[in-house]
């Protein structure tokens, strides 16, 4: 019978996900949001930023900015993109 694969606390034997693949954002994990966090994070947010490029400039993972972002107010939404399905009637016509 094989064995199970060895899994040390701590370690990213046997995890998914993005801790396995970048570690780097084990850095600032689980560590309080100080205010120039936050208006770093409005700042990145009013200029349209993907929240992957926001993770890496922030050092935190994707799920804790747009957990953030939620409890502060913060749109994530871009805001120069116009919804899907949506054209001109000059773009209609042709």
């Given amino acids: ?3 199970a694969a060895l899994k040390r606390p701590g370690s990213p034997i046997g995890r998914k996900g993005p801790r396995k693949a970048n570690p780097a954002y084990k850095r600032r994990a689980r560590e309080p949001w100080t205010a120039a966090d ?3 994070l409005k700042q990145l ?3 349209n930023t993907p ?3 926001m993770s890496i400039k922030l050092q935190r ?3 804790a900015i747009r957990s953030k972002a939620q409890r502060e107010g913060i749109s994530l939404r871009p805001a120069n993109r116009s ?9 209609k016509r042709r």
């Fill in 51 to 53: 929240t992957g490029v």
């Fill in 61 to 63: 993972p994707v799920a």
């Fill in 38 to 40: 936050v208006s770093k």
């Fill in 83 to 91: 919804p899907y399905n949506r054209r001109t009637k000059a773009a």
């Fill in 45 to 47: 947010a009013k200029g």
């Fill in 1 to 3: 019978m094989a064995k």
